[in-house]
């Protein structure tokens, strides 16, 4: 069945750092993609998303680029700052929606 | 704001009770899901409603059920509490029937413990 792995934390970088965090999947379908972000106490928000392959979905300065060649849809920002701080679940729609475990990221002044 | 309220806030109960969790999702949109976070397990899908019928189910336990009424709000019960129960408890909803570029919009969430 359909999957999404995306790499553990915690990731911790320090203010002004290059962010990558990684997500590939598995699915038989052509599922759209999307990130996900938790902050401290509260529920998920839609981050970004793509819908079909090469699209970029971009939001707050993060990026991801939907790699059909490489099943990937990894998370990127340049300079991240310490309100970046939370919890980033990547995702995938196909019949239904699938969740990964989500990578959660400290960012340090 | 999502626009998506859930209550209550906080639920602390015992074993072997049996409690609802309240969602009202937002203006317009038809479909209401259900998850489940641990720390154990992760973000989990429970099940999924669209305009008062159930669309998709997930990892949702025989003790658990949920319901869309008329109106769109949702309810979820969950009996015979275990403490493996505790959990926060989610509801999202989206414009359409959860097919493939739908955006989900999340509540603030329902932190159940059971003592």
């Known amino acids: 069945g359909d999957s999404v792995t995306q790499m553990e934390g915690p990731v911790t970088l320090s203010e002004e750092a290059f962010l990558t965090i990684n997500c590939t999947y598995t699915?038989?379908?052509?599922?759209?993609l999307f990130w996900y972000v938790q902050y401290p106490g509260e529920g998920l928000q839609l981050l970004l998303k793509a819908t079909k392959a090469d699209d970029k979905g971009s939001n707050k300065g993060f990026e991801a680029t939907y790699r059909k060649e490489t099943t990937s849809f990894h998370l990127e920002k340049g300079s991240v700052q310490v309100s970046d701080s939370a919890v980033y679940f990547c995702?995938?729609?196909?019949?239904?929606?699938?969740f990964g475990k989500g990578t959660r990221l400290h960012i340090l002044p | 704001d999502s626009g998506v309220t859930q209550t209550p806030k906080h639920l602390i109960t015992a074993t072997g009770q049996r409690v609802t969790l309240r969602c009202s999702p937002r203006?317009?949109?038809?479909?209401v899901y259900w998850y489940q976070q641990s720390l154990d397990q992760g973000l989990q899908f429970l099940i999924q409603y669209y305009n008062g019928e159930e669309r998709a189910k997930g990892n949702i336990l025989e003790r658990f059920s949920a319901q869309q009424f008329p109106d769109l709000h949702s309810e979820l019960n969950l009996s015979s509490l275990e403490l493996g129960d505790s959990a926060l408890y989610f509801c999202?909803?989206?414009?359409?029937?959860?097919?493939?570029?739908?955006?989900?919009?999340f509540g603030p969430g329902t932190r159940l413990t059971v003592l």
């Open positions: 999202a909803s989206s414009v359409g029937d959860g097919r493939t570029t739908d955006t989900q919009y």
């Open positions: 203006s317009g949109d038809l479909s």
């Open positions: 995702a995938l729609a196909d019949d239904k929606i699938i």
């Open positions: 699915a038989t379908g052509y599922p759209s």
